[in-house]
Nanobody, 114 residues
Framework: QVQLVESGGGLVQPGGSLRLSCAASRSFGNYNGGWYRQPPGKQRELVATITSGGSTEYVGSVKGRFTISKDNAKNTLYLQMNRLRPEDTAVYYC?????????WGQGTQVTVSS
């Protein structure tokens, strides 16, 4: 079992920035990491992924604005979010995955509003 704890969410104005953190209870090993989000009234969507080797991918709506990264020494995933828009408002979830194993954080609210 791997426990994940997200932090860094909150209220921010359009055009602002937030950095989300996801602390894992153990080392990543061969696990892949990712960030998902669920806007109000919509289904969960994949935002960004990072492989165990460090390769990254992003959903088109966040390319050029968001950056996923990790610090293996700290067992932590990050999501840097810049130039935020109201449509980025959602509950954000981090996850680790390897084969059939899936571990999820509890979610952190990000609200982009004036």
């Amino acid at each position: 079992q791997v426990q994940l704890v997200e932090s860094g969410g909150g209220l921010v104005q359009p055009g602002g920035s937030l950095r989300l953190s996801c602390a894992a209870s153990r080392s990543f090993g061969n696990y892949n990491g990712g960030w998902y989000r669920q806007p109000p009234g919509k289904q969960r969507e994949l935002v960004a992924t990072i492989t165990s080797g460090g390769s990254t991918e992003y959903v088109g709506s966040v390319k050029g604005r968001f950056t996923i990264s990790k610090d293996n020494a700290k067992n932590t995933l990050y999501l840097q979010m810049n130039r935020l828009r109201p449509e980025d408002t959602a509950v954000y979830y981090c996850n680790l995955a390897h084969g059939l194993y899936r571990y999820w954080g509890q979610g952190t609210q990000v609200t982009v509003s004036s």
